[in-house]
């Protein structure tokens, strides 16, 4: 073990020894670079933001003070995530799991602000793929995806048409048919870019490991929020719903709303809770819970720091606490479930170093607590038991499949975005709560059969990609976030691929998956290079410059 430590610790140096040091000549013509930069940086957003300023004065007399303040907001955040498309997906990337804490304390629940983030991921996007035509890079990653992502628009398109259309177009359009069907789309396909976003944005071992660290701090400070609201709640600093009656016990309201998130549910006489983290609602941030797991394991047994390694402990164990005390049965189910299937999936039960520290880590944490907060932890529990007996998951899933094969009209069902909570505003929808169910509602049959072609499609050629990786860190990752991308893919309760932040991460981290076998390849051939007599080294740095 300790040969291994010190050949390794002997490559770094080795490799560190060989990177070229700059003359002065190149160090002034960096400087001068970065200075460049910073002066078309402020220029660019100095002209900007006058001609924002111009704009929102101009709606300042027709829309009042938050027309403008949004006009102003929005024409900052499109045009410098045009003009610096990178950033703006990092920012995305780090701004989602706030957003809904942003939505509600600073932006009153309005529309601009639940959409804001889109403000920074579409133009981005779009100049990704005018970079990526100019230097003819294909957008499309990967090209074996193109005929199951193609049945699934073309069916998409066909019910838009035919169904959405036709209801618009009927006596009684019952609202914006079309407008609803164009929602659906987006809801359903509309972060399917971020497969080549995430391909592109991460370029070497480097940029991975920034992606993945940040969002272990993240993790950290979201859950860190998440138990101090809790924590407010219990203490009696926020009242939540503990004076509702009634029905209004049981519900989750945003008039709730504490220190951060939007709506909860806090009526302990009945021993009824829903926290919603930073999140608008109780089941997004379970499911940023869920998601948190894989981050934080991936990150456990395989960052090459010790550092980063304990934070991650840490955050997983911050998230174990938050899956508890959430009230969301999803959550406490599905992480120690997804935990222990990662183990196994992952082969790191065999890395016996790491493994046991961080399983008697995990151990002494569930004995302590329970020790320690013996009624909250027998309250939650019994809590799952009963909403189990009361409404087992099986029987749920089962109900929602009959009464939507029952209820979907034709072969192409009832409409896209019929299906759909976010489209309420756009005409009559009906509450499903479970993903495929919605999918059969609205697109029918042929939907359903196109999605689950095109899920097992993405989840193949990630298994591949996965398997390709030979760095064994590398490849604890990979696995990890394709049990994640599996697992959401096949999903059958609830609708997390129609929300944050799993409509995000679903499709972000497939792309992660399929750039890992080439960011192997890259770390591969530097330690070959490493490894090189300096004589052979010499004459191919001496062609490269010739």
Known sequence: MFKKKSKSKKSS????????????????????????????????????????????????PVGGPKAAIGAFGAILSLALSYKYYRQALWFFLIYMPFSGTITYWLGGGSAPFQVAKDAFFIPAFI????????????????????PALSIVGILCLLTLVFVNGGQQFSGNPKGQPIFMGILGIKILLGY???????????????????????????ILICCTLGLLQYWRLQTGQCVGTREMEGVLLYKADINAKCLVGGSLAFSPQ????????????????????????????????????????????????????????????????????????????????????RFVPIVIALAVFAVGSMFVFPDVVNERVQSLIDRWNASPPTEFIAHQAE???????????????RGTNSARPLGKTTLIETYYAKLMYELGPLGVGSFLFFASTLSWICFKN?????????????????????????????????????????????????????????????????????????????????
């Open 13 to 60: 140096q080795s490799s560190d020894s060989q990177t070229p040091t700059l003359s002065k000549k190149e160090l002034a013509a960096l400087k001068k670079k970065k200075s460049r930069e910073r002066k078309e940086f402020i220029q660019f957003s100095s002209s900007l933001s006058g001609a924002a300023l111009v704009v929102s004065l101009a709606l300042l």
């Open 127 to 146: 100049a990704l793929w005018q970079t990526c035509k100019k230097q003819k890079k294909p957008i499309l990653i990967p090209r074996q995806l193109l």
């Open 192 to 218: 399917a870019p971020l497969i080549p976003c995430a391909y592109y944005l991460i370029r070497n071992k480097k940029e991975f490991l920034f992606f993945t660290r940040s969002h272990i701090v993240i």
């Open 270 to 353: 009945v021993g009824f809770i829903r926290l919603p983290g930073t999140f608008v609602s109780p089941w997004h941030w379970a499911w940023f819970l869920i998601s948190g797991a894989f981050f934080s394991f991936a990150s456990a047994f395989n960052d090459p720091a010790l550092i980063w390694q304990l934070s991650s402990i840490v955050a997983l164990i911050l998230v174990f606490i938050n899956s508890v005390i959430c009230g969301q049965r999803a959550a406490m189910l599905v992480v120690p479930a997804m935990l222990v299937i990662l183990m196994f999936v992952t082969g790191q039960f065999r890395n016996l170093k």
């Open 403 to 417: 009464f939507t094969s029952k209820g979907h009209d034709g072969i192409l069902g009832n409409g896209l975005g």
């Open 466 to 546: 996965y398997r390709s990786v030979k760095d064994f860190h590398l490849r604890g990752y990979a696995a990890s976030f394709w049990v994640f991308v599996a697992f959401i893919g096949y999903n059958p309760y609830w609708y997390p691929l129609d929300t944050d932040p799993v409509a995000v991460y679903y499709w972000f981290l497939a792309g992660v998956i399929l750039k890992l076998p080439e960011i192997d390849r890259q770390e591969r051939l530097k330690l070959q290079e490493a490894e090189e007599p300096p004589v052979k080294r010499k004459g191919k740095a001496l062609q490269k410059v010739a």
